[in-house]
């Protein structure tokens, strides 16, 4: 194991030279500093793990040389040591992020066992440090199913623009999986310890959007009853969401607009403007570009939104990560169902793979929950895909030189096919052709397929 490094600073000669004696001996790695502008410097320097400073010293006092230090390094531990201890000054320490408080005289053994006692805390600390970091890649990386390239181009950008704190428009159609990308951004960010806040504008209306996003204060309208704090003051510290941020009226995207550059908001019916910290990331699906261009969005909340684009690719442009997705999806499901559905007939990865998923992947897992939802045994088979997904495999296996069909003639085919694929089961044939019994029956009549 590395030794620790210890600063010791104190403008007495033989109580520095005593603990860094001590210290040595116990195998750290020890810098001393004879006044507190020493000790600064060499802060400034190096990272220690430890500091130990006297409290009173000519020119800049140890409480000077404990708030530098968690300025730089608010990790590093500080003992505080004195021979003028008072009950004012330890409170002081303590509040200012003092490890311990220590009068004079001390004995030496004493001090060994605060310094071990001080050297665990911090590698506590960095162990819990680097398993949250570790939890949260792993979210991430879990979160965002594939590995097409795209995908993985769009991981790698996560990755690099998550620690900077800036804000993020993610763009891409609906159902892609927008929201994953921002919660993975959070995760990965250094507000991951904090809230996660996500809110669709297009849900709700000018006024009702004013009151989720803002909050409002006691008797701000009829109704009124107490103090509502908003999405943004509730996410202060966080990460903010805004799905669907094209649909935002103009007003809102001016009130916004403010909050984006006084970091300072009003709660409807307020008069005092409350502080907010937030990173805010927005999605949409619209084109920008254009609604700027005919007055729908502010070209202004553009630019400040707009820092770093990510474009979330459609299901159609990443069909490499469908096997995966759907197995993932399976997974999801039968554990959600508590069903033991565990493979996939090639069959059906053969028609999702033709399919050009118009809902992306959440149309995906649709279909896969929906699968496991009607498979009677471990198998997904393709009878337990949507009907207009079952055509497809209809259509692949149809003689290229019938292209063409009526509609009769097309409806005809299929609902054979379908009673071929459930052998004859014509109750289980109707569920899947979604009419009835007696429907179908007629529809074989007229096709003297009845008996």
Known sequence: MTAADILV??????????????LTK????????????QALRELEKQTFDLVLTDLRMESLGGMAVLERCKELSPTTEVIMITGYASVSSAVEAMKKGAYYYLPKPFKLDEVRHLVRNALERRRLHHEVQELRRQVAEGAAKVALVGKSAKMQALQRMIEQIAPTDCNVLILGETGTGKELVARAIHRLSPRADKRFMALNCAAFSEELLANELFGHEKEAFTGAKNVKVGLLEAASGGTTFLDEVGDMPLSMQAKLLRVLQEKRLLRVGGTEEIPVDIRVLAATNKDLSKEMATGKFRQDLYYRLNVVTLYVPTLAERKDDIPLLCRHFLNKAAAAQGKNVREIAPEVL????????????????????RAVALAQGPTILPEHLPPDLQYITLRMSHPPF?????????????????????????TRAAEILGINRASLWRKLKSYNAAE
């Open 402 to 426: 019938r292209e063409f069909l009526t509609l009769e003639e097309a409806e005809k085919e299929y609902i054979l096919w379908v009673l071929k694929k459930v052998r004859g089961n014509r």
């Open 26 to 37: 116990e195998g750290y790695h020890v810098v001393v500093a004879e006044s507190g502008e």
């Open 350 to 369: 053969d028609i999702l793979l033709r399919y050009e998923f118009p809902g992306n992947v959440r149309e995906l897992e649709n279909i896969m929950e």
């Open 9 to 22: 600073v104190d403008d007495e000669r033989i109580a520095r030279e005593n603990l860094a004696h001590v």
